[in-house]
């Protein structure tokens, strides 16, 4: 995948529309080689989920591995997401 894939995931902001990504859009994102994630995915270093033969990370497990707040409002939101 070429830098300018549109597909090419680099910052956590851009997960916000998605339900899971791959190992290998996990391991741009943390900065790794995707041998290294799938090593760290097989010995249960962040969380991820069979599907078949395919491996998949769930965001909304991975925010919460990444220690994101997924109850923070938005830039220039005053609310929490979930209206309290």
């Given at each position: 995948m070429s830098p300018k894939?549109?597909?090419?995931i680099s910052v956590v902001?851009?997960?916000s529309d998605l339900t899971v990504i791959t190992v290998e859009?996990?391991?741009r994102?943390?900065?790794i080689g995707r041998s290294a994630a799938y090593?760290?995915?097989r010995r249960g270093e962040f969380p991820v989920r069979r599907v078949g033969r395919r491996l998949f990370v769930p965001v909304p497990a991975l925010k919460?591995?990444?220690?994101?707040?997924?109850d923070v409002a938005a830039p220039g939101g005053t609310e929490?997401?979930?209206g309290t």
């Open positions: 894939d549109p597909r090419l902001s851009d997960l859009d996990f391991a994102l943390v900065g090593e760290a995915a919460r591995w990444l220690g994101v707040d997924l929490e997401a979930t």
